[in-house]
């Protein structure tokens, strides 16, 4: 078996790029293994194939805006990881304009290229003082929705559950639960910064 047998063509218009109004009224695909069967469900069902002894565990990460511009817009970092308060690691695009001693601007904030990591390509980037994340911050949208991110995002794009801030990506099926669902559901709660 190639893992090729599991290409498949996906129209983009088939693509949401917007969140359902309420959740859990996205679909659901059911596999039955046992009677080799499909069913498409809505995620508000979800409950009802749940055993009596099942455990949700919850990944209660909060995203943060880790995505930044370059004041000219041409250039893009995202902190994977602040190993510092002004030393980020990043990915970056594009790539070519991010050579050690190269700089960007962020609002009043100037970052330095100061290395290129062997493993992943990111670069170590220092700043005089760190952009605001508030102000410039944006959040890194998956690379499948088109579209640039909007204030409702910075609600929709986190669970219901999400606590501990940290994370450049939501776990993103857990943004189906509502909060009304979640309470009828037994669960335990673990952080893990995607």
């Known amino acids: 078996m190639q893992t090729s047998d599991f290409d498949y063509e996906l129209p983009p218009e088939l693509i949401a790029q917007h ?4 959740r859990g009224d996205s679909r659901m695909m059911v596999v039955d293994r046992a009677a080799g069967t499909i069913t ?3 995620f508000r069902d979800f409950p009802e194939y749940l055993r009596p002894d099942d455990l949700l565990v919850l990944n209660d990460t909060r995203v943060v805006a880790a995505r930044f511009f370059s004041n000219d817009g041409r250039r893009e970092i995202l902190r ?7 030393l980020w690691k990043c990915l970056v695009k ?3 304009k991010f050579k050690p001693g190269h700089t960007i601007e962020i609002g009043d904030s100037i970052g330095t290229v100061i290395a290129i990591c062997e493993e992943g390509g990111e670069r170590l980037i220092e700043f005089d003082t760190a ?4 102000v410039h911050g944006h959040l890194a949208l998956p690379p499948y929705i088109e579209r640039p991110d909007e204030i409702a995002d910075r609600e929709r794009y986190q669970t219901v559950f999400a606590r ?8 993103t099926a857990g943004l189906h639960f ?3 669902m979640l309470a009828t559901l037994p669960h335990v709660f673990v952080t893990l910064h995607v």
């Open 19 to 22: 969140p359902p109004e309420k």
């Open 40 to 42: 498409h469900r809505w």
């Open 80 to 86: 994977v990881e602040a190993l510092g308060e002004r």
């Open 94 to 96: 594009p790539g070519k």
């Open 131 to 134: 952009p605001d994340e508030t």
């Open 164 to 171: 501990e801030a940290g994370a450049i990506a939501a776990p």
């Open 178 to 180: 509502s909060e009304e």
